[in-house]
C-alpha cells in the first residue's frame, strides 16, 4: 500500500480503491488493526464484524472493477450504532433486555450502504435505547472520549461519535432523538449530522420515539458526512413517515462561499451560555462567519422557548418510548424471567433485564399518558411542539440558517451526573429544538476549551434545506481554520504514561 | 410522584421495581415533573380551550395530524399483501437457539 494514500477520509479510500492504489482488503485490515490498536482504551464497539469484513472485502476487490457500478463508499469501512439492525448479527441497542436478539433483516440504511459498496466493520455501543446523553446508560459499560479518557463521549451514539475521534473508522452512522448524533459529534470533535425528520428511512432501527427518531452520519469532515448521507437518504415505502424525496447528491452542492448569507444569532442560543469556553469558541465562530462575507442576523425578538425545550422533548419522548417499549416483555424477544404466571413473566423479565434510565422513562412517559395526567403533561407538550414549529417558521423566514452551540457544557467527567438525570437532560436543551420541530441541524467543531476538549457549533436549517445545512457546515469548515485530526491514542497514552 | 403513584404507574407498565429503586425514583421523577411544571403552567389548560386530543401528531404514523401524508412532503404506499421470505429463515434467525431450520421454544405445558 502507498504511503501517499490516507485512510483517514470516505473520499480518500473511495477514491484510492477506485483508482487501484489500494485493495480494499489493506484498507480493511487497517481499520480493523486500528480498532484493535484503540478499543481497548475507549469501548465504542460492541461487535466487531472481523471475518465478514475481510470476506466482503475479498469479494469487493475480486468483482468492483470489473462491473463497473459507480459505487460512492466503495470500500469504506463503515461503523453502526448498535441500534440499527443487520440481518443475522446481534443487535442490543445497549441493553440487556435484547441481548442476543439477531435481526432478520437489514436496516433499509444498511442495504443502501452494501449497495454503495461500503463494508460493514461493527455495531457501536449507545446509551440503552438511546436514553442518554454520555453512553454511560449501556447495559454493556460505558464508552470513553478519545480526547480525555476520564470523560464520557456524549450519547446517545457515543460509540460512533468516539470509533471515528479515535480514527478506528472513517464515518458511522448514529440516530437522532433529542440530539444524539450531534451533542456526541461535539463531545468527541467530530462532524455530525441529523436530517430533516422523514428523509432517511428508520426501517430497522429500533424505535425510542417515533415522531422523532431520525437516522444519520457521523466524520470527521463535512464532506464525509455530505456523501455518506447521500447514500443513506431517499424514499423508502417500507417506513411510513418516510418523505417523498428522492435521493440526491449532497456533495456537488457544497460550496466554500458564505458571502451575503443570512445568519440567524439568538440570545438564548449564544449569549446566555453560561460555560465561558463554550461561548467564546461560538462568538469566534460567528465572527469567523462574518469574516467571510455572511450576514448576521440578530433574532432576539423572536422567542425561541428554549428554556421549554427540555420539557416538552421528555414528554412527547417519554410516552412514546414507553409505548415503543412494551414490545419487550419476555416472550418476543431476549431472555425470560422465570415467573408463576403470564403477568408476572412481563413484569420480572421488564424489571429484570431493562436498565435504570429506560424504567425511568418507561415510568415517566406510562405516568403522562395515564388517565388523569394526559391534558396536564402529554396534550401540553405537544401544544408546546407546535409553538417551537411556529418559532423556527419565523426563524427560516429571516435567515438561511441558525447557529449555536451544539452542548452548553464540554465533555464532564465519567460518573459526574449519573445520580441525577435532569441535569442530564438539561444538556440536550440546545439540540432538542431541531428535533421538535423536524429540521436538518449539523454539529460542526469551532474549538477546544484550554483543556482541550472539543466544542461544537450547531448550524440548523428550515425543514428539507438539508443541502443548505451541510453546505453552510462546509463553508464553515473551510474558513475555521483548523482540520480535524483523529486522536492518536498510542501517543497520548505514551504522554500520559510518562506524565 | 408519591410511592403509591409509582406503583399504580408501574403496574400499567407492567414493569417490576425494587423497593430500593421506588425511593430512588421518587425523588428523582418528583425533581422532574416539579421542572415541567414551568411548562404546565405556561399553557391553557383543556378547561381553558386547548385542544384535549393530540393537535399535532398521529401516534398511529407519527405524521402531523393536521396534515396529510401529501401535505407534509409523504407519499404511501398501495395497500398490498406481500408475501413473506418463504424460506423460514426469519423466524429461525428469531431464535437464539437454533439449528439448520429448527428452533427450540420455551416448555409451555408440563
Given amino acids: ?499 | 410522584m408519591d410511592r403509591q403513584t409509582i406503583d399504580h404507574t408501574a403496574r400499567l407498565a407492567r414493569l417490576a421495581v425494587q423497593d430500593a429503586d421506588r425511593t430512588r425514583y421518587e425523588g428523582q421523577l418528583a425533581a422532574i415533573l416539579g421542572h415541567f411544571e414551568a411548562l404546565r403552567r405556561a399553557l391553557p389548560t383543556v378547561a381553558d380551550g386547548a385542544p384535549a386530543r393530540d393537535a399535532e401528531t398521529d401516534p398511529a404514523t407519527s405524521r402531523p395530524a393536521s396534515a396529510s401524508p401529501e401535505q407534509e412532503g409523504g407519499r404511501t404506499r398501495p395497500d398490498v399483501v406481500t408475501p413473506d421470505r418463504p424460506d423460514g429463515v426469519a423466524l429461525v434467525l428469531l431464535a437464539a437457539d437454533h439449528e439448520d431450520r429448527n428452533f427450540r421454544v420455551p416448555r409451555v405445558l408440563e
Fill in chain 1, 1 to 499: 500500500m502507498s504511503d501517499a494514500v490516507s485512510l483517514r477520509s470516505v473520499t480518500s479510500i473511495r477514491d484510492a480503491v477506485k483508482d487501484g492504489r489500494v485493495k480494499v482488503v489493506e484498507v480493511v485490515d487497517h481499520v480493523l488493526a486500528a480498532i484493535r490498536g484503540a478499543d481497548s482504551q475507549v469501548h465504542a464497539f460492541l461487535d466487531v464484524f472481523e471475518d465478514e469484513a475481510r470476506e466482503r472485502a475479498e469479494e469487493l476487490d475480486r468483482t468492483s472493477r470489473d462491473d463497473g457500478a459507480p459505487r460512492r463508499l466503495l470500500g469504506v469501512p463503515i461503523a453502526l450504532k448498535d441500534n440499527i439492525c443487520v440481518s443475522g448479527r446481534p443487535t442490543t441497542a445497549g441493553s440487556r433486555v435484547l441481548k442476543d436478539y439477531r435481526p432478520p433483516y437489514n436496516a433499509h440504511v444498511v442495504d443502501r450502504l452494501v449497495a454503495e459498496g461500503a463494508v460493514l466493520i461493527g455495531k457501536t455501543n449507545l446509551d440503552e435505547f438511546g436514553f442518554g446523553s454520555s453512553t454511560e446508560n449501556s447495559a454493556y459499560g460505558a464508552t470513553l472520549n478519545p480526547h480525555d479518557l476520564t470523560r464520557v463521549p456524549g450519547g446517545s451514539s457515543g460509540g460512533s461519535a468516539a470509533a471515528v475521534a479515535a480514527g478506528m473508522v472513517p464515518a458511522a452512522l448514529g440516530s437522532d432523538t433529542g440530539g444524539s448524533i450531534r451533542q456526541p459529534a461535539s463531545l468527541c470533535g467530530v462532524c455530525g449530522f441529523k436530517p430533516t425528520y422523514g428523509s432517511v428511512s428508520r426501517r430497522g432501527l429500533i424505535a425510542f420515539a417515533s415522531s422523532l427518531d431520525q437516522i444519520g452520519p457521523l466524520g470527521l469532515s463535512v464532506l464525509d458526512v455530505a456523501l455518506v448521507q447521500s447514500v443513506i437518504s431517499g424514499f423508502d415505502p417500507g417506513d411510513p413517515s418516510s418523505l417523498s424525496m428522492e435521493s440526491r447528491d449532497y456533495v456537488p452542492t457544497l460550496s466554500k462561499d458564505l458571502d451575503g448569507l443570512r445568519v440567524g444569532v439568538h440570545r438564548e442560543l449564544v449569549d446566555e451560555i453560561a460555560n465561558t469556553e463554550v461561548r467564546g469558541a461560538v462568538l469566534r465562530a460567528i465572527e469567523t462567519l462574518r469574516d467571510a462575507g455572511a450576514r448576521i442576523v440578530r433574532l432576539d425578538d423572536i422567542d425561541l422557548m428554549t428554556a421549554h425545550a427540555v420539557s416538552a422533548y421528555y414528554l412527547i419522548a417519554a410516552p412514546e418510548a414507553s409505548s415503543n417499549l412494551s414490545r419487550y416483555d419476555g416472550l418476543r424477544y431476549g431472555p425470560r424471567a422465570d415467573a408463576p404466571d403470564l403477568n408476572q413473566t412481563y413484569q420480572r423479565t421488564r424489571g429484570d433485564y431493562l436498565g435504570d434510565e429506560a424504567k425511568r422513562r418507561i415510568l415517566l412517559g406510562t405516568f403522562a399518558l395515564s388517565a388523569g395526567h394526559y391534558d396536564d403533561y402529554y396534550a401540553k407538550a405537544i401544544q408546546m411542539r407546535a409553538r417551537f414549529r411556529a418559532a423556527y417558521d419565523k426563524v427560516f423566514q429571516k435567515v438561511d440558517v441558525l447557529v449555536g452551540a451544539t452542548s452548553p457544557v464540554p465533555a464532564f467527567p465519567i460518573g459526574e451526573n449519573c445520580e441525577d438525570p435532569l441535569a442530564m437532560y438539561q444538556f440536550d436543551a440546545f439540540t432538542i429544538p431541531a428535533s421538535l420541530a423536524r429540521l436538518p441541524a449539523a454539529s460542526v467543531p469551532c474549538g477546544t476549551t484550554k483543556d482541550g476538549l472539543p466544542i461544537g457549533l450547531q448550524i440548523v436549517g428550515a425543514r428539507g434545506r438539508d443541502a443548505a445545512v451541510l453546505s453552510f457546515a462546509f463553508g464553515y469548515e473551510q474558513q475555521r481554520g483548523f482540520k480535524v485530526q483523529p486522536v492518536d491514542l498510542i501517543a497520548k497514552t505514551t504522554e500520559m504514561d510518562q506524565a
